[in-house]
């Protein structure tokens, strides 16, 4: 292997060397025996429902998203049928607004996001040097929201209450006047619940990079898609909020007409938008950011040379990190916003090209310096340039207001969409799905039958929508389910609809040839692309535990394949029974302390059909019963808690000779304290979206100022003193509770436990004295803010009894913390944004 | 794309600029990407070739590109937008799944219409859009690019029908199962001929035709009512 990197790294890591041993060989197969016995999956069916394993849930989750996508496929055939001819009459109006609607939410929310997390999961441990993600219940969890919540939708439309307002669901067309059936309501419903899986992932992403990596990899040298990736799940803690906040509020105007978009009570259809797009721009980058990571981890390997501008690839990573949370207005040119606020926008989404171009030419140049294998992965890189390009450049194009006014909301955006989703995303995914294979199966493919499956898809993509560009600037709108009037469109439909049945032969044939592979192929050897990167370090296919021992300094790369089955590495085998993993310091890669990790458990099932059941009982509209749902989810939630401590302290672990770590109960920042950080970030931007809507509906809406409030002042001010004043104390008593852990924490953790429930009760008060919230969007949005502290509020107690039932049971010591840290967090954080959102009303108060 | 007024053409010359660009661009990445992949050498200084690629291409080479273009991006949209300049303003109003028109009639007294708007060819005139349920985009391809009809947020637009002639006009955006049949026409006419006699079109008006028109031209803000 020529890998300069790996050269000029050894002379930084050579102190790093002197300090992690070797551990003593063994045999290999009895390692393998002793770890397949702890990490391996039930037998059989309970196997599906217990599973936590990152490698099952990670190939489940793709495995489903392409089951998907072939359904959201069948659609978009559907469809071409329809417009196949001008007076189509396959489908009438009703239907096919039902259909275009479910083709666009599945292929977003339900094929490439859902895919994107489970290549995350299933490849992030083993490239990283882990044994599994930092929260293996939480992949589980995400996994079951994500099949039910997806099956409730795909079901609606063989119901025929399918959602039917567009993916982007605009109101006042999704609001109960103009959308009385629950079609709506399953959009929001069911896409919040699939969101469960999104976030859980983001959260789990972000940790896994930061802190389960490779004794002594910096993040600054970790593998290329390792940025990648922690790219995508900032984007996703980030992205994601803005949209479950506009889904649950426009769910709430459904179901009790809270009027936070009604323009005759002080709302607007605008906000909508706004918080759509906030979520809908930054979700193409985040659907393009692990494509982009496959393609610099494959293209190097391909070309037989490292690749190119590895510090100028992170900062074009970032670059786009940055730069895609200020484009979403560009969705919105054609509502009619601000001179100023066309051109900034109109010149940011141009910007937005430019990391992109930066990768495109590093990848180009290092195919140029190498020697290019065309394989079948190679292929599919080639098919993304190809078609990659010139989406990027329909998209600058689209970026300049004048031509955006004309083709905003036709075919060539159609065009457009189509060119970077399937260029920039498909077609690596493609890629990385034939390059990972033998890792996945342990065999090689059959010959033949994948060439020509790339072949019809590439020539069935460009038939297809090479030539809806020209549709869409000979004037044919978006959504149109018949043209009558319009005959010098059929032509060009009709070649788009062929070509799409070609599309679809294609992709069928690369299915067929994942089954032939996994059923068929031969086995094949070991790292077949003589890759560097760690993930081939390991059996084909991989096995559940991924590595023997966990890789050092000594053990850099795929070379060590070896040293690392015999136990040579850290932390080998699992003498004591236990799921253990390598947690490091985020910055250097320092080892720190082993995090024991969950085991089989049908927990996770559990609790999404517990959060499951409140979507369902609302979906019915049954909204007095959904209370028991959250009550349900509750108790669940309770369970997850008991790992969080235990009775006795243990003695550290040797992980290599000479270095012993302690287990995570023992020390304070663990993995599920960078796990709650990370959920609190996006906690916070979902109170930051909220903000947003009270100035953006203040400043921009019609009819305001609103109705004289009738909060009767005093009472409401000595509440709020009173509920902000005991937060302030339980934030004070966890503190407490942990400085005196040792020698007793119960006083204290019942303090704060008072001290929750007490705000709570005032925080009720409040709730009551507020004005009726359907009178006005300000009345509504007073409602959400205080709506919002109580939920926090019911967290920060749950966290509080929990550190009670813990210190009660001797479960919190000198050394050991249980639940108190993450409840410090959380109760500071309902502080503060209770806290603004008191200073906030009082305000429009005086004002 | 057969541009018929000023800011079409403003649009279709930004168009066939960007056409070539993109063409001129798509052809220079491909081949020096097949380029790369017949390549065979392994020689080269990594610290050089970065520079070439990542310093020259992708951020020379792309900046020089998307500054020129946003700036005569910027100067072609400058003279689009509405502005105070007397032009005259017509009514556009959207519902499921109907365009209300009121425009000035040859009297100079406002006339509503419904599915036909009419205005004099050769001027400028800004259409004040909105809508009475959800939201519609209005749009005139052969005369210039869309603008929404929001509930709430009414919208100017500026536009201009070179020579006399008829315009197919449809809404842009999706607003429900009549979104397809939701279309319109433009009527420019000759300013000094005959002023033809203001009418509906019975087959782009799927409701009782005129029924809340009164109610649009008493909506009529008095300033717009100009001749």
Request: with cysteine.
């Amino acid at each position: 292997m020529t890998d300069a990197s790996l050269t000029s790294g050894q002379e930084d890591t050579a102190q790093a060397l002197a300090d992690i041993a070797s551990n003593p060989p063994q045999r290999a197969l009895g390692l393998h025996r002793q770890l397949d016995r702890v990490w391996s999956d039930l037998p059989g069916w309970r196997g599906f429902f217990t599973s936590v394993n990152h490698g099952t849930i990670g190939l489940r989750f793709m495995a489903t998203a392409f089951v998907f996508f072939a359904i959201g496929g069948v659609l978009a055939m559907l469809i071409r049928a329809q417009l196949a001819t001008r007076d189509g009459a396959f489908l009438d109006s009703d239907l096919y607004n039902q259909i275009f609607t479910m083709h666009g939410s599945i292929m977003m929310f339900l094929f490439a996001i859902p895919l994107l997390e489970g290549l995350a999961l299933w490849l992030l441990p083993k490239i990283l040097g882990a044994r599994d993600m930092a929260f293996p219940r939480l992949s589980a969890l995400g996994y079951f929201c994500y099949l039910f919540g997806g099956t409730v939708i795909v079901l609606s439309l063989l119901f025929g209450v399918a959602p039917d307002g567009g993916w982007f669901m605009y109101v006042p067309l999704t609001d109960k006047t103009y959308s009385p059936g629950i079609n709506a309501d399953v959009w929001l419903l069911g896409i919040t619940f699939v969101e469960i899986s999104a976030m859980a992932a983001a959260v789990e992403i972000t940790v896994t990079i930061l802190r389960c990596r490779a004794a002594h990899m910096p993040l600054t040298r970790m593998p290329l898609m390792g940025w990648y990736l922690l790219g995508t799940s900032v984007m996703m803690l980030v992205g994601f909020p803005p949209l479950i906040l506009g889904s649950i509020l426009l769910e709430v105007q459904r179901a009790f007409d809270w009027p936070f978009f009604d323009v005759a009570r002080g709302g607007s259809p605008m906000l909508w938008q706004h918080l759509f797009w906030l979520f809908g721009h930054p979700e193409v980058y985040i659907i393009f950011l692990p494509a982009a990571g496959a393609l610099s981890t494959i293209i190097p390997v391909l070309s037989r040379t490292p690749i190119l501008g590895y510090g100028a690839l992170v900062a074009a990573v970032i670059g786009l990190v940055f730069l895609s949370f200020g484009l979403w207005v560009h969705h919105m040119f054609t509502v009619g916003i601000p001179h100023m606020a066309l051109a900034f926008f109109s010149a940011a989404s141009a910007l937005v090209a430019v990391p992109t171009a930066v990768q495109v030419f590093a990848w180009i140049g290092t195919m140029w310096e190498g020697r290019v294998q065309f394989r079948l992965p190679m292929l599919y890189v080639i098919g993304f340039f190809a078609t990659f390009v010139m989406g990027g450049l329909t998209g600058v194009m689209l970026a300049m207001v004048p031509f955006n006014w004309q083709a905003h909301d036709t075919h060539f955006v159609v065009a457009h969409l189509h060119y970077v989703l399937t260029g920039g995303f498909v077609f690596p995914m493609l890629a990385a799905v034939s390059y990972w294979m033998p890792l996945i199966c342990g065999r090689w493919r059959i010959r033949g039958l994948g060439e020509a499956a790339f072949w019809l898809i590439l020539i069935g993509f460009h038939g297809t929508f090479f030539i809806m560009h020209l549709t869409g600037l000979l004037g044919m709108p978006r959504r149109v389910s018949v043209y009558p009037g319009n005959p010098e469109w059929e032509w060009l439909n009709l070649v788009s609809s062929i070509f799409g049945m070609i599309q679809s032969a294609g992709f069928a044939l690369f299915a067929f040839d994942l089954f032939m592979q996994w059923m068929f192929g031969r086995r094949s050897w070991r790292n077949p692309w003589q890759a560097p990167s760690l993930e081939w370090a390991m059996p084909m296919p991989a096995p559940s535990y991924n590595f023997a021992s966990l890789p050092g300094p000594r053990q850099p790369d795929a070379g060590a394949m070896l040293p690392l089955a015999r136990g040579e590495g850290l932390l080998p085998g699992a003498p004591r029974g236990w799921r253990e993993t390598l947690v490091v310091e985020p910055g250097s890669g320092r080892p720190q302390h082993v995090a024991v990790l969950a085991s089989n458990t049908a927990l996770p099932v559990a609790t999404s059909a517990a959060i499951g059941s409140f979507f369902a009982m609302m979906l019915a509209g049954f909204y007095w019963l959904a209370p028991l749902g959250i009550l349900a989810t509750l108790v669940v939630a309770w369970k997850w808690g008991a790992i969080m401590g235990t009775d006795r302290d243990h003695a550290p672990v040797e992980v290599a000779p000479g270095m012993q770590l302690p287990l995570h109960w023992q020390v304070r920042n663990t993995l599920g304290y960078t796990g709650t950080v990370a959920l609190l970030v996006a906690d916070s931007t979902l109170f930051g979206s909220l903000l947003f809507g009270v100035g953006f509906l203040t400043v921009v809406a019609p009819n305001w100022p609103a109705p004289p409030s009738g909060i009767a002042t005093w009472p409401m001010l000595v509440m709020s003193a009173g509920a902000l004043t005991l937060m302030a104390l339980g934030a004070l008593a966890a503190r407490l509770a942990e400085a005196r852990r040792a020698t007793g924490a119960a006083f204290w953790t019942r303090l704060g436990l008072l001290c929750c429930a007490g705000a709570l009760a005032l925080l009720g008060g409040i709730a009551l004295g507020l004005d009726d919230p359907t009178r006005h969007a300000r009345d509504a949005l007073r409602g959400a803010t205080v709506a919002f502290a109580v939920v926090h509020g019911v967290i920060a107690l749950m966290l509080a009894l929990r550190a009670d039932a813990d210190a009660r049971s001797g479960r919190i010591g000198a050394q050991r913390r249980g639940a108190i840290p993450p409840w410090q967090l959380f109760q500071l954080f309902w502080l503060g944004t209770s806290a603004a959102s008191m200073a906030l009303i009082l305000t429009q108060e005086v004002l | 794309m057969e541009p018929a007024g000023p800011i079409a053409f403003e649009i279709a010359r930004l168009w066939w600029v960007m056409l070539i660009g993109a063409g001129l661009i798509t052809t220079l990445v491909m081949v020096m990407l097949a380029m790369a992949l017949l390549r065979n050498s392994m020689a080269g200084d990594p610290a050089r070739s970065e520079r070439r690629w990542i310093y020259g291409w992708g951020l020379g080479f792309t900046l020089t590109g998307l500054t020129l273009l946003l700036g005569f991006a910027l100067w072609t949209g400058e003279r689009m937008l509405a502005r105070d300049d007397g032009a005259l303003t017509v009514r556009a109003q959207a519902s499921q799944w109907v365009w209300n028109f009121v425009q000035p009639g040859p009297d100079g007294q406002p006339v509503a219409t419904q599915g036909v708007l009419y205005v004099p060819a050769g001027r400028p005139f800004d259409v004040y859009i909105t809508s009475t349920d959800v939201i519609h985009g209005f749009w005139v391809p052969q005369l210039g690019g869309k603008m929404d009809a929001i509930p709430g947020h009414p919208n100017l637009h500026r536009l201009m029908a070179a020579t006399p002639g008829r315009y197919e006009g449809q809404c842009a955006e999706f607003c429900g199962r009549g979104h397809a049949f939701m279309r319109f026409e433009v009527v420019a006419y000759d300013p000094a001929g005959p002023v033809p006699d203001f009418i509906s079109d019975p087959q782009l008006t799927r409701e009782p035709p005129l029924s809340d028109a009164p109610d649009i031209v008493t909506d009529l803000p008095a300033e717009e009512a100009r001749p």
